[in-house]
């Protein structure tokens, strides 16, 4: 094939597209291959050498100006987009690097859930992996699924209202910047600041050894996670020295509370 012509045939003036993919596209790439076809159907053939033409540029001809412009508008885009990034939700919270890290890609849409594996070619059941009942994507399985939604009211449990309005966020980041701010004992302080970060962590590693090792998904197992999370992402505060893991699981909603003493 040397010509773009190769790729089509003329009837009565229109024009039928033959590809020629190796394979068929997946739902995602279906709606790009849509795109691409309704750019194609304004194509007309006409007699000559196929040649490249510049877009930025009237003529067709290509220019160091026009190029330096397009840079500078890829750039002021993409400075736009860093300032909207949630900064202080993923990098100021005290939490270890890697929890840091997947919540920046949970943030940025990019977890691995089975609607984006499919979305990137995969062939794969869109069922969520933790409830089977409605298709996987972010905000389902961290925050609408069955099973994350009866997590989140037992670990929220001493703040009852805020409960509810779980079911309509739209985002992991709505939720955590809906999440409010504790007032008490410092270290009621710091384990609600954390929790969120430590649920939706522990609700992602328990659907992973679900699809990879075969375990089963116990809700009183990952709720007992959680509270051990949390308790070692306190290790770096000196404060906690007053207390005991074990204090920490009988008296959960004293402390959720405020109501205990060091």
Same mark, same amino acid.
Request: hydrophobic fraction near 45%; glycine fraction near 4%.
């Given at each position: ?8 045939? /003329? ?93 920046? /890609? ?6 691995? /859930? ?84 430590? /649920? ?63």
């Amino acid at each position: 094939m040397k010509r773009v012509s190769d790729l089509g045939s /003329t009837i009565d003036q229109n024009v039928t597209w033959n590809l020629r993919l190796r394979r068929y596209c997946n739902e995602a790439e279906a709606i790009q291959m849509e795109g691409l076809m309704a750019l194609l159907n304004n194509v007309v053939f006409e007699e000559g050498v196929d040649f490249w033409s510049w877009e930025r540029e009237r003529g067709g001809q290509f220019t160091v100006k026009s190029m330096f412009n397009r840079l500078q508008d890829l750039e002021l885009r993409s400075v736009a987009i860093l300032r909207q990034f949630p900064f202080k939700l993923v990098w100021k919270i005290d939490v270890p690097l890697k929890v840091k890290l997947f919540f920046w /890609t949970t943030l940025m849409g990019r977890t691995l /859930t089975v609607d984006n594996l499919n979305h990137r070619g995969q062939q794969i059941s869109p069922l969520c992996q933790v409830c089977n009942s409605l298709n996987e994507s972010i905000v389902h399985l961290f925050l609408h699924c069955s099973v994350a939604l009866e997590i989140w009211k037992i670990i929220t449990s001493a703040t009852p209202e805020l409960y509810p309005s779980i079911v309509i966020m739209d985002s992991i980041e709505e939720w955590l910047v809906a999440w409010p701010r504790k007032q008490g004992p410092e270290i009621t302080v710091r384990i609600w600041q954390v929790l969120p970060y430590a /649920t939706i962590w522990t609700i992602w590693k328990n659907r992973n050894e679900k699809i990879f090792r075969n375990k089963d998904i116990v809700k009183d197992k990952i709720i007992k996670e959680i509270k051990a999370s949390v308790w070692y992402w306190l290790g770096s505060w000196i404060g906690r020295r007053r207390y005991r893991y074990q204090e920490l699981l009988m008296s959960w909603d004293n402390i959720m509370k405020g109501e205990i003493h060091s």
